[in-house]
Structures are given as structure tokens and as C-alpha cells.
């Protein structure tokens, strides 16, 4: 079975570091980049300015927090819509939506 973590050297702030990230956090990584039309090494930089803790969990939290800003502004848009928002009604089912 191949290890869902996947191991990158990258050069940060002018030296070579390893970083071990699960691969969805790698592909959300780049996505992000790609989104924001900058190179992978340039969010990476940013994350490490401003981390508290180890440069894996940054970016894993940094990651998470940027998907989750996203769902937080669907469901606002959702509800402009006239859409129900499940987050704010607890008694809506999910079910069938997965």
C-alpha cells in the first residue's frame, strides 16, 4: 500500500527543507497557488512568515482554513438565493446529498 504521505524538498527563506503533507493537502496546496497565479514555493514562504508552529501543520491548517472560508462563502451565497442553509438549521437532513 503507497503511503499517503508525500515528502517535498522545497528552498524556503534561502534554505532546503523537507515537507511532509498527505497528498490532498499537496493538491490543495497547489490549487490554492493556482488560484492566486503564484508559484507553490511563494504560498509556502508566506505560510512559514507567519507560523506558530511546525511548517506541516501550517500548511495543513492553512489549507484547511482556505477550503473552509470557501463552504462559509457558498452557504452565504446559497441563502442569498433563497437556498436553505443547513449550517444555520440544524433540523435540515443531509442525507441523499452526498
Known amino acids: 500500500m503507497?503511503?499517503?504521505?508525500?515528502?517535498?524538498?522545497?528552498?524556503?527563506?534561502?534554505?532546503?527543507?523537507?515537507?511532509?503533507?498527505?497528498?490532498?493537502?499537496?493538491?490543495?496546496?497547489?490549487?490554492?497557488?493556482?488560484?492566486?497565479?503564484?508559484p507553490l514555493t511563494a504560498i509556502?514562504?508566506?505560510?512559514?512568515?507567519?507560523?506558530?508552529?511546525?511548517?506541516s501543520s501550517a500548511i495543513r491548517t492553512f489549507v484547511f482554513d482556505h477550503f473552509r472560508a470557501q463552504v462559509a462563502t457558498s452557504s452565504t451565497d446559497r441563502v442569498g438565493a433563497g437556498m436553505p442553509n443547513v449550517a444555520q438549521d440544524g433540523n435540515r437532513s443531509l442525507s441523499g446529498t452526498l
Open 44 to 55: 509556502v514562504v508566506e505560510i512559514n512568515h507567519s507560523r506558530q508552529g511546525n511548517l
Open 2 to 38: 503507497k503511503s499517503p504521505v508525500v515528502k517535498r524538498s522545497m528552498v524556503i527563506a534561502g534554505r532546503k527543507t523537507s515537507v511532509s503533507l498527505e497528498d490532498t493537502f499537496w493538491k490543495g496546496l497547489k490549487e490554492i497557488a493556482k488560484g492566486r497565479h503564484l
